[in-house]
């Protein structure tokens, strides 16, 4: 199958094995495959599905990714657009140097930040799928999350074969708009779920949902942009913010693992109240997102263990 290789230059002192690392233990993570130090993942595109690898490729001099793409149709344009997207997932077009401020004169900042602090925010390849994984994960655990994610890959999603393995491929929002409703319910999908991501699904195919539009509004606007579908509220909509568009001043004060990990770093004993959370994050303004993701960053590694 046709391929293209090209290298990324990435600022010197990143931690690309940190970045793996997380996506090991994030439950969101169902749709990439780390194998050793590579990172793979399959993405739908308009010339078909492609699979996109990237691995550690530097001298210290010159700290690298390599990033491969292979596909039946790949030419230059599907390997600016994998780059775009690697950029994207990996925060790598973030000058870190405020984050790396906070971190050495915040305490709170910097006890989440541990050893991690040439770690980046990875981010979901496209804001749809954040909002898919979103959605699902309203209200419920994150194991069962993982578990409603898997599902809805093997219902509605696709599997793509390159050499002698098989990766999963997102299901587009046209797929979803339509979803059989008996199949979700058999799944252990709510029915408010399977009524949420429909909307979702038929807001994005019908223009509603414009992802360029809502990365150029100001984050109170886009947040408002998204919480009048029905399905979206403020939680939701903040992770889209943050985790699907890259935007850095959003605080989900909300998120029950997010308080936890604060009154982790705090020696507290019971989450923060979301006004606490928020009174917190004051100092953080402009880095709200990163120091969420290094907050969630801290709770994987804690289940993890030593």
């Known amino acids: 199958m046709p391929s293209r290789t090209t290298r990324v230059t990435v600022p010197p002192s990143y931690d690309f094995a940190a970045a793996l690392a997380f996506l090991q233990g994030s439950p969101s993570a169902v749709l990439e495959s780390i194998d050793g130090h590579t ?12 699979l996109v690898s990237v691995a550690w490729s530097a001298s210290p001099a010159r700290p690298q990714l390599r990033v491969r793409v292979e596909g039946a149709h790949v030419d230059a344009h599907a390997l600016a657009e994998a780059v775009a997207k690697i950029r994207h997932v990996f925060s790598l077009d973030v000058d870190d140097g405020g984050f790396q401020e906070l971190a050495g004169t915040d305490p709170i900042v910097a006890h ?19 909002l898919v994984w979103a959605i699902i994960g309203q209200q419920v655990g994150v194991g069962f999350a993982r578990t409603l994610r898997c599902a809805l890959v093997q219902i509605a999603g696709d599997y793509a074969v390159f050499g002698s393995s098989r990766f999963p491929v997102m299901p ?39 992802w360029p539009q809502l990365a150029a509004m100001p984050p109170a606007e886009a947040m408002a942009a998204l919480t009048r579908f029905p399905g979206i509220g403020p939680w939701t909509a903040g992770v889209v913010l943050m985790r699907g ?15 936890r990990a604060l009154a982790h770093a705090l ?24 120091v969420a993701f290094f907050a969630w960053r801290s709770l994987s590694r804690r289940r993890a263990g030593p």
């Open 172 to 210: 587009d929002a046209s797929r979803l708009a339509g979803i059989d409703e008996d199949s979700l319910r058999v799944a252990h999908f709510s029915r408010a779920k399977i009524r949420a991501l429909r909307i979702a699904a038929q807001a994005v195919t019908s223009g509603m949902l414009d």
């Open 112 to 130: 989440l930040v541990g050893d991690g602090l040439h770690a980046r925010p990875v981010l979901v390849a496209d804001p749809f799928e954040s």
């Open 39 to 50: 990172y793979r993942r399959a993405w739908q595109t308009d010339r078909g599905v492609e």
């Open 267 to 290: 020696g507290a004993t019971a989450p923060l109240t979301e006004a606490e959370a928020r009174a917190l994050a004051a100092p953080w303004a402009g880095w709200e997102a990163w």
């Open 245 to 259: 568009l890259g935007v850095r001043s959003v605080w989900p004060a909300a998120d029950l693992g997010l308080r």
